[in-house]
């Protein structure tokens, strides 16, 4: 029986990807050389459609590293000296301020309840703070921060770095790059992707901090540095041997991205997560987690099943539809239901007539 994986990552295969992997292994990109033109035009070609697909500015860089917790890790080792704000509303938050005091940092936490009602509006942000970091879509709790809530904090703290993880909210989630300093998400959620490769969207303000600290002679780690990432990016190279295959995928995908138009793909998730929320509004009595709907993420949605998750998955997956447990200890009374590009219409109909 062919499965439709709904769970938020890593989830369903973008539907081009079989073809390009076919491709991809007639040409032999797994046996190129990271050192050789073909991998620098590959390199240099995927920079480029991302740029272009998200808007992302010329004087920005794009590094190739194997996960977002790295992202997590090495943006604290080369933008961060000594303290970091962090705005957390479940365990992918907090997962990064965990990585920055296991680094030393001095990491402090304001925790958003649940409904995230307007709680960022007056928020103070410490003084001394070198860098915000913010779980832009937290896919542990489907509690999604708009982007003008961000832009707000960053304008209200304008000498401090913004940094953003939009693990599961991309390619749908549009920036303002104007006001992000950092980006990063990993390839195996929105991109419908295999995991081990992640992108690190990295601005002018955050190299300048990493020149700082070297100057400072503060440990910014090693081959994965900002500064070393960026030393290769400039030939279109990475320091270690990447992931050169799925690079090449990820291009594609853009590719087939761009075709459709991104603004395309964004109605479409509007109109997909509306018709999943109303639909449990109508017919169930379970109800979505986050309680207020400007804070209600419209590509990880999280529903409160009343402790009957582990029956309705069960239930799902009889027929082909595999969702996601809640997160942690919430395993029981959440679903998470992914609504990424690879997850057409007309599959979700198909899934909640199953619910
Ligand atoms: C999945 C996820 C991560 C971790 O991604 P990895 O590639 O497994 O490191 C981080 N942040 C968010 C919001 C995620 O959804």
């Not at 604290?76 to 000296?81: A, E, R, T, V, Y």
């Not at 962090?86 to 005091?101: D, L, M, P, Q």
């Amino acid at each position: 029986m062919q499965k439709i994986y709904f769970t938020v990552g890593p989830s369903q295969v973008y539907p081009t990807v079989y073809k390009h992997l076919d491709r991809a292994m007639k040409k032999d990109i797994p046996s190129i050389s990271h050192r050789g033109t073909q991998f620098k035009e590959i390199f240099a070609g995927t920079t480029e459609d991302l740029k272009k697909l998200m808007n992302i500015p010329a004087d920005f860089q794009i590094f190739f590293v194997s996960s977002a917790l790295e992202c997590m890790e090495r943006t604290m080792q080369s933008c961060c000296q000594n303290t970091s704000f962090h705005i957390v509303a479940g365990s992918f938050g907090k997962a990064w301020a965990n990585i920055a005091t296991q680094l030393g940092k001095n990491a402090q936490s304001f925790v958003i309840q649940n409904n995230g009602e307007d709680e960022l509006n007056g928020l103070k942000v410490p003084e001394k703070t070198e860098i915000i970091c913010i779980t832009q879509n937290e896919t542990s709790t489907g509690l999604c921060i708009p982007m003008d809530k961000i832009i707000d904090l960053k304008k209200r703290n304008d000498n401090k770095l913004m940094a953003i993880d939009i693990v599961s909210s991309v390619p749908y989630v549009s920036i303002d790059f104007k006001y992000i300093d950092i980006a990063f998400f990993s390839v195996q959620k929105g991109f419908g992707l295999p995991a081990g490769l992640a992108v690190l969207i990295i601005g002018p303000k955050a190299l300048e901090k990493t020149e700082k600290l070297i100057k400072k002679n503060v440990q910014i780690g090693s081959y994965h540095s900002f500064k070393n990432l960026f030393e290769k990016a400039k030939d279109y190279q990475t320091p270690e041997t990447p992931n050169v295959l799925n690079i090449y995928l990820l291009n594609s995908v853009i590719k087939d991205m761009q075709k459709i138009g991104i603004n395309k793909i964004r109605k479409d998730t509007d109109k997909k997560s509306k018709i999943i929320y109303d639909f449990f509004k109508k017919n169930t009595k379970y109800s979505p987690f986050i309680k207020n709907p400007i804070y209600r993420s419209k590509t990880t949605l999280v529903i409160d099943v009343l402790g009957k998750s582990g029956e309705l998955r069960k239930k799902l997956a009889k027929s082909g539809f595999i969702i996601g447990a809640g997160y942690g200890a919430n395993k029981e009374n959440h679903i998470r239901i992914a609504n990424f590009p690879a997850h057409s219409l007309k599959d979700i109909h198909a899934m909640l007539k199953h619910i």
